[in-house]
């Protein structure tokens, strides 16, 4: 199993990107989803999270502005990125916890960093 997220770039202040990040691999289910981001320097923090059932919470910096929604049937999960700020730049991490085939309790996974910059 592994997650593969793309999408980042770089994006001027005031501009949208969207990142996405699908899960591959011998998958029975996935329960939560969501994305972290890491700055230069800074430790790694939350940013927002959704449910199996499409309930989602977010870092409150970014509610209003970012808006995180998946795709059950194709195992993916996205950010999408509105009004960004340089304070958001950053690596940003996707995560989820999967239930695989073999398996009846879910297992943490990470995605690779996908690198957002906003600048002018």
């Known amino acids: 199993v592994q997650l593969q997220a793309s999408g980042g770039g770089l994006v001027q202040p005031g501009g949208s990107l969207t990142l996405s990040c699908a899960a591959s691999g011998s998958i029975r289910s996935i329960n939560g989803m969501g994305w972290y981001r890491q700055a230069p320097g800074k430790q790694r923090e939350w940013v927002a999270s959704i449910t199996s059932g499409g309930a989602s919470n977010y870092k409150g910096s970014v509610k209003g502005r970012f808006i995180i929604s998946r795709d059950n049937a194709k195992n993916t999960v996205y950010l999408q990125m509105n009004t960004l700020e340089p304070e958001d730049t950053a690596a940003y991490y996707c995560?989820?916890?999967?239930?695989?085939?073999?398996?009846?309790?879910?297992?943490?996974?990470w995605g690779q960093g996908t690198l957002v910059t906003v600048s002018s």
């Open positions: 995560n989820a916890y999967i239930v695989r085939l073999l398996d009846r309790a879910p297992t943490n996974y």
